[in-house]
């Protein structure tokens, strides 16, 4: 029996209404905002620790940016390796964090049973800040330059020590890649923090050390240690009398104390994207570079994709000596 017209065009609207009533839900539902909730942002330090500073300086720059608190979170422990794999294990979309070199580009070396893998876990965001370290010796130490030093060392193997905050930190591997360069032989001493090594140092229980310049710059302004040579790639503002390795003799060994913003994997991309806009534009802000500055830090604000190569570099030179001397986390 054929259609009347009327009846065809009921039966065509009356089809296309589970389309329609699907698609209206669909288009009326807008994206949801983020962030829509405070973020985290995870310090694997102590407060008033370097990265905590780092921390505190950019995070009201983020809020700002993002109309959201920014909460400082310090889990500290394992040199910074409790609080990065929280960072790494964070599926909330809401957790970012700060951390340093050791957890990202040596700890991968150093430990067989490390619980998270920084390439495949973590993305950068922004590199923050990078400080030289300053090579210093005890005053009854026989030497007031580099080359003095390295031949007093040559002259008595084995028989002097070195401080460090433990295997695989800054200082311990700036002073091995030197010993091994160089053909030197000392004991590596540990400590749990700078200031007990400083301590030593200046009672002469340990004859030397890489250490953070504002660790023993007023030893050194008062002459209880002697600062040999500064590992950057130029004088430091703070010591500028004091050349740097390069200057003094060794080449191609400078070295940094670094931090910089991480996001987790799961962080979708244009979140992550726009924290990084945000985080480069901090750090160029007077506000935020002031405090990083008196401390005594560079400040790098770089990119994601700048600050991925550094970290390739870093991981590759340092986890490479870390692998080719065997070295080991102690304890």
Not at 94 to 111: D, E, F, K, R, V
Not at 140 to 168: C, E, I, Q, T
Not at 184 to 189: A, I, K, R, T
Not at 208 to 218: E, K, N, S
């Amino acid at each position: 029996m054929p259609i009347a017209p009327g009846r065809r065009r009921f039966l065509a609207a009356a089809a296309a209404l589970p389309a329609a009533a699907l698609a209206r839900p669909a288009r009326a539902q807008a994206p949801a905002a983020w962030p829509d909730r405070p973020l985290r942002l995870i310090v694997p330090f102590p407060a008033g620790s370097t990265p905590d500073l780092v921390a505190r300086a950019i995070g009201p720059q983020l809020a700002a940016g993002l109309g959201q608190p920014v909460v400082v979170d310090n889990r500290a422990g394992a040199g910074g390796n409790i609080g990065t794999d929280m960072i790494a294990k964070a599926t909330d979309g809401h957790t970012i964090g700060l951390s340093i070199n050791a957890p990202i580009t040596t700890a991968p070396a150093l430990y067989g049973n490390l619980p998270y893998d920084p390439r495949r876990d973590l993305r950068p965001i922004a590199m923050a800040v990078r400080a030289p370290q300053l090579l210093v010796i005890a005053p009854g130490v026989p030497a007031r330059d580099l080359r003095g030093f390295l031949a007093h060392v040559r002259a008595n193997p084995g028989k002097l020590s070195f401080a460090s905050v433990g295997a695989g930190s800054g200082g311990h591997l700036a002073m091995v890649e030197l010993m091994a360069r160089e053909g030197l032989q000392m004991e590596h001493v540990p400590y749990r923090g700078f200031p007990q090594a400083v301590l030593d140092l200046i009672a002469g229980r340990i004859e030397t050390m890489v250490v953070t310049i504002g660790a023993v710059l007023p030893q050194v302004r008062e002459g209880q240690a002697i600062a040999l040579a500064c590992t950057g790639e130029k004088r430091a503002p703070e010591v500028p009398e004091i050349p740097t390795l390069a200057e003094a003799g060794v080449s191609d060994a400078t070295s940094y104390g670094w931090s910089g913003l991480f996001a987790p994997a799961s962080m979708p991309e244009a979140h992550r994207a726009r924290l990084e806009e945000l985080a480069v534009a901090g750090f160029r802000e007077p506000a935020v570079r002031a405090p990083m500055e008196a401390a005594g830090f560079e400040v790098m604000g770089l990119p994601a994709a700048e600050f991925a190569r550094f970290i390739e570099e870093e991981t590759n030179r340092w986890g490479g000596l870390i692998q080719r001397l065997g070295i080991r986390a102690e304890g």
